[in-house]
Nanobody
Framework: QVRLVESGGGLVQPGGSLKLSCATS????????INWYRQGPGNLRDLVAE???????IYVDSVKGRFTISKDNAANTGYLEMNSLKSEDTATYYC???????????WGQGTQVTVSS
């Protein structure tokens, strides 16, 4: 059974930081890219950051220089480090595991990030 479990969300003041984790099980970690999406109130689920098949990191313009995507292959875990958070970063953040060979996607349940003073 495939499981993606996000953690690390919460309430933070503008300018603050959070680090999200995505613990995976049931997949061959090296066969997947681990990516991050978010969905704000009334919005569609949008890409935040992703790994390409050749290991490059891609960020949406609004988070470039503030967010960092990473992974720990030994721990089967992906991460999204978020710095200089803004109110517009408020959203539910979802971990995505994409099969490199087939493009099939698995999703986590989401973790809420609220940026507010």
């Amino acid at each position: 059974q495939v499981r993606l479990v996000e953690s690390g969300g919460g309430l933070v003041q503008p300018g603050g930081s959070l680090k999200l984790s995505c613990a995976t099980s049931g997949i061959i970690f090296s066969s997947y890219t681990i990516n991050w999406y978010r969905q704000g109130p009334g919005n569609l689920r949008d890409l935040v950051a992703e790994f390409t098949e050749d290991g490059r990191k891609i960020y949406v313009d609004s988070v470039k220089g503030r967010f960092t995507i990473s992974k720990d292959n030994a721990a089967n875990t992906g991460y999204l480090e978020m710095n200089s958070l803004k109110s517009e970063d408020t959203a539910t953040y979802y971990c995505n595991a994409r099969d490199i060979a087939t493009g099939y996607n698995y999703w986590g349940q989401g973790t809420q990030v609220t940026v507010s003073s």
